[in-house]
């Protein structure tokens, strides 16, 4: 269909230049059958000089406009979806897969580049694992990213664990505070504390909700919906905006099945939310 509609807009353009050119030739006194094949011969010359420059004018613009494409701002959420679609067709052709076939992985810059993309893959999930430090910036207060979200997923079969640090873990020390921008642990403890009673009445709240505390130096952030992981390493203290984020999906088999059964040994391994407010500091 589309070379059809190609067609026939190039014939009615070589028409009507055709008939503009006949006219012009003949205001200018020269005889129908002459003004007809100067316009014809003028023609011809256009379209052998076009089917040698445009194929190359357009292969550029195409270079140019990938290019574009990909030279993104990462606050910009509709140019990092546009990569993304690039990124993926390319992908796609290269290795001949379906379209229902999501095993790339996508590299963000930090996890504001991908947060729109974090809260679709939540609002259509039915298994959720969440493991973090504090667990603030998802589920503390109506402004955090997943919290409406988690409100909504109250009933139905969906099944939400979120792991968070413990503000009893020994490596919590005034220099790792310092590294957050706190004036001594006691601050950083006094908001995780603060962050752990809200995540319980989350927890009451919903009943799909389930927290539990690890007690052990964390490495990574990880994200699990479904068959879709967002994950990123504990490099930097400000890990949110200084970090880059990874995508994988679970056609990685060796990452991602790695990476959910460090989450599941950790689960059982970590006390629950109760146990620890309620002051118990032994360990599983």
């Known amino acids: 269909m589309n070379n059809i ?4 807009v190039a014939n009615v353009l070589v028409l009507a230049l055709s008939a503009t050119l006949a006219l012009l030739l003949r205001a200018f006194g020269v005889s129908t059958p002459n003004a007809v094949w100067a316009a014809l011969l003028v023609l011809a010359t256009l379209y052998l000089i076009m089917r040698s420059v445009y194929p190359r004018y357009l292969r550029g613009m195409t ?5 574009r494409s990909l030279e993104v701002n990462p606050n910009d959420a509709d140019a990092v979806d546009l990569k993304d679609q690039v990124v993926e067709m390319v992908t796609r052709s290269v290795h001949g897969s379906q379209a229902d076939q999501q095993y790339f992985i996508n590299v963000y810059p930090n996890q504001e580049a991908c947060e729109s993309k974090i809260k679709e893959a939540f609002r259509r ?17 109506k402004n955090s990213l997943l919290y409406d979200i988690c409100k909504y997923k109250s009933g139905g079969d969906c099944q939400i664990q979120v ?3 413990s503000p009893n873990a020994d490596h919590i020390t005034d220099s790792l505070a310092a590294s957050l921008g706190h004036s001594s642990s006691e601050r950083t403890k006094r908001k995780m504390w603060n962050t752990l009673h809200e995540l319980k009445q989350l927890e009451v709240e919903n009943n799909r909700l389930q927290v539990r505390c690890f007690n052990e130096t964390p490495n990574f952030k990880m994200l699990l919906f479904d068959d879709a992981m967002f994950i990123s390493a504990y490099i930097k203290s400000k890990n949110d905006r200084d970090t880059q984020m990874v995508r994988v999906t679970r056609e990685h088999p060796i990452l991602y099945t790695g990476l959910e059964r460090d989450f599941d040994d950790l689960w059982k391994r970590a006390l629950t939310i109760s146990d620890v407010l309620d002051g118990r500091v032994g360990w599983q």
């Open 163 to 165: 792991l968070v640090l």
């Open 63 to 67: 270079l140019r406009l990938v290019k």
């Open 5 to 8: 509609a190609e067609n026939v």
């Open 125 to 141: 999930a039915k298994k959720v694992k969440i493991l973090t430090i504090r667990g603030e910036r998802y589920f503390s207060g």
